[in-house]
Nanobody, 124 residues
């Protein structure tokens, strides 16, 4: 039984930082393909960042240079470090994991088998 539990969300002023965590159980983060998505009210869920086969990182254009995705294999946890936050980064952030290793469009939510419950990020 796979569980992904996000934490680390909160309210922050523009320019601030947050670090989101995604603790996985029943799923091995090491060498895996996982992603972070976000959804703002009334908007479609969008891919923010992904790491494929534990090595290759990808980012949306809107967060490139500000966000960093990284796995901690010892803790079986995926992190998303978010710096220079902007009001448009506001939304619910979801951790996602897939059994597909590579060769897929990481921005497509349908490619991910497992999802966390989400953590709220508010930037004002």
């Amino acid at each position: 039984h796979v569980q992904l539990v996000e934490s680390g969300g909160g309210s922050v002023q523009a320019g601030g930082s947050l670090r989101l965590s995604c603790l996985a159980s029943g799923y091995t983060v090491s060498g895996a393909s996982m992603g972070w998505f976000r959804q703002a009210p009334g908007k479609k869920r969008e891919g923010v960042a992904a790491i494929l086969v534990g090595r290759f990182s990808y980012y949306s254009e809107s967060v490139k240079g500000r966000f960093t995705i990284s796995p901690d294999n010892a803790k079986n946890t995926l992190f998303l470090q978010m710096n220079s936050l902007k009001p448009e980064d506001t939304g619910t952030y979801f951790c996602a994991a897939t059994s597909v290793q590579s060769g897929f469009d990481w921005t497509q939510a349908t490619m991910y088998n497992y999802w966390g419950q989400g953590t709220q990020v508010t930037v004002s």
